[in-house]
């Protein structure tokens, strides 16, 4: 492995695509500053995929924060479903709202985020799950709700169950500073951040290669 880090440094060939996203998109967030960043990366014609949480600590998201998503979303960015409340629901020694809980339990909360969503004019195709936490039973019970792509996933290159694809987020033995392969998807959080705009920086001088989600996915289609 340490000779793939020496080769491999950064974005390069190898890497067929680059997923920027961002987690965590709520009211209870600064969402000033949210509004900046991606702003900023728009402005830089970088365009990415929001995760969406439907409701946080009790409140539903607001139509107000959602008018800008739609601004992003006309520019080319997708809306995901980040979760249903971003709540650590499984009693485990990780913090969890899907893995490790009973299934029928994990399709009810999806569906009820897509019931919040659909009704401020969102039906994502992709879910994207709080804390990267996700089990079969997550794949199911999406498959069950129509959802076609998980933002997750433990290798570099997309994988398909129970109908639904699963893009790669954090492929166990690289670091997306030390090599990049197949496709990677770089996960922010702008609230949480000291520089929101580093991603953007990562990716400089390689903007062709930045795809949503469902962008991987349709690229998969036509060559499939």
């Known amino acids: 492995m340490k000779t793939i880090y020496q080769i491999t440094p950064g974005i390069t060939f190898v890497c067929r695509a680059v997923c920027l996203r961002f987690d965590d998109y709520h009211q209870a967030n600064d969402i000033k500053l949210w509004k900046e960043t991606l702003r900023e990366y728009d402005k830089r014609g970088l365009r990415g995929v929001v995760g ?5 600590k009790n409140e539903q998201l607001s139509e107000e924060h959602t008018q800008f998503l739609h ?31 009973p299934e029928f ?4 909360r999806i569906a009820a985020g897509q019931d919040i969503l659909s009704d401020f004019g969102f039906n994502p195709d992709t879910f994207i799950p709080p804390w990267h ?31 639904v694809t ?15 392969l197949g496709i990677l998807t770089l996960v922010g959080h702008p609230h949480l951040e000291d520089n929101p705009m580093k991603n953007a920086e990562y990716v400089a ?15 998969r289609k036509r060559f499939s």
């Open 166 to 180: 699963l893009i790669p987020t954090h492929p166990k033995g690289f670091h997306p500073k030390t090599i990049s």
């Open 205 to 219: 001088g390689h903007k062709e290669k930045i795809q949503t989600p469902q962008e991987i996915l349709q690229e």
């Open 52 to 56: 969406v949480c439907p409701v946080y």
């Open 71 to 101: 601004k992003l979303r006309s520019n080319g960015w997708e809306v995901a479903q980040h979760g249903y409340t971003h709540e650590d629901i499984a009693d485990k020694e990780y913090q969890s709202e899907f893995r490790g809980v």
């Open 133 to 163: 936490q996700y089990d079969a039973a997550t794949i199911r019970a999406m498959s069950d709700c129509g959802l076609n792509c998980l933002n997750e996933g433990k290798f570099p290159w997309l994988r398909k169950k129970e109908g």
């Open 105 to 108: 339990e994990q399709r009810r």
